[in-house]
């Protein structure tokens, strides 16, 4: 029962820090990166963005970035929209999430359903 309790606090805690991030900080920068499952997530969730054109953007990884907000190393992304907005952006993405596939575009960007 104790570990229980303590495994809902734990999950309590990461919600309220993902709500305190998405407050602060917009979808897919340093401080609340995309999350997605593997590197394959990641590539599955840029292939999904838009730009203001409708066209699906380029990408390519830039690299590790280090640890992000939650414990995990997270990579970026340099993304551009040839002839569009937003012209060149850095994406930055949380690969270690399970199962979670993001919904949502970040800023400057629309989405395509999974």
Request: aromatic content about 10%; hydrophobic content about 40%; some cysteine.
């Amino acid at each position: 029962m104790i570990k229980l309790v303590g495994l809902l606090v734990a999950a309590l805690a990461a919600s309220a820090c993902a709500t305190i991030d998405e407050a602060r900080y917009p979808l897919g920068a340093r401080e609340n990166p995309v999350k997605s499952e593997m590197p394959s997530g990641e590539r599955a969730y840029l292939e999904r963005l838009r730009c203001a054109s409708g066209k699906a953007p380029t990408y390519s990884r830039v690299g590790s970035f280090g640890e992000g907000p939650y414990g995990n190393i997270i990579d970026g992304y340099s993304v551009k929209c040839e002839g569009s907005e937003p012209a060149d952006t850095v994406v930055f993405m949380d690969m270690y999430f399970r199962g979670f596939v993001e919904a949502r575009a970040v800023p400057g960007f629309t989405i395509v359903s999974p």
